[in-house]
Nanobody
């Protein structure tokens, strides 16, 4: 059974930092592309950052220079370091593991709230 378990969300003031973690089980983690998505109330889910199995990364323009995605294949974990947080970063953040259309998994989400 595949499980993606996010942690690290919470309430932080604008300008602060948080680090999200996503621990994966039930998959061969190292071959999966991993991503962080977020969904704010009334908005569509959007890609925040992604990292390929080889370590290549890409980011949404809105978070470039502030967020960093990384992975530790030995721990089956992907991280999202979020610095200089803004109120508009407030959302539920979801972890995604994708190998193919049929091997595409989601975590349950973790709330990030940034107060002004």
């Amino acid at each position: 059974q595949v499980q993606l378990v996010e942690s690290g969300g919470g309430l932080v003031q604008a300008g602060g930092s948080l680090r999200l973690s996503c621990a994966a089980s039930g998959i061969t983690f190292s071959i999966y592309a991993m991503g962080w998505y977020r969904q704010a109330p009334g908005k569509q889910r959007e890609l925040v950052a992604a990292i390929s199995s080889s370590g290549s990364t890409n980011y949404a323009d809105s978070v470039k220079g502030r967020f960093t995605i990384s992975r530790d294949n030995a721990k089956n974990t992907v991280y999202l370091q979020m610095n200089s947080l803004k109120p508009e970063d407030t959302a539920v953040y979801y972890c995604n593991a994708r190998l193919s259309v049929s091997s595409d998994y989601w975590g349950q989400g973790t709330q990030v709230t940034v107060s002004s």
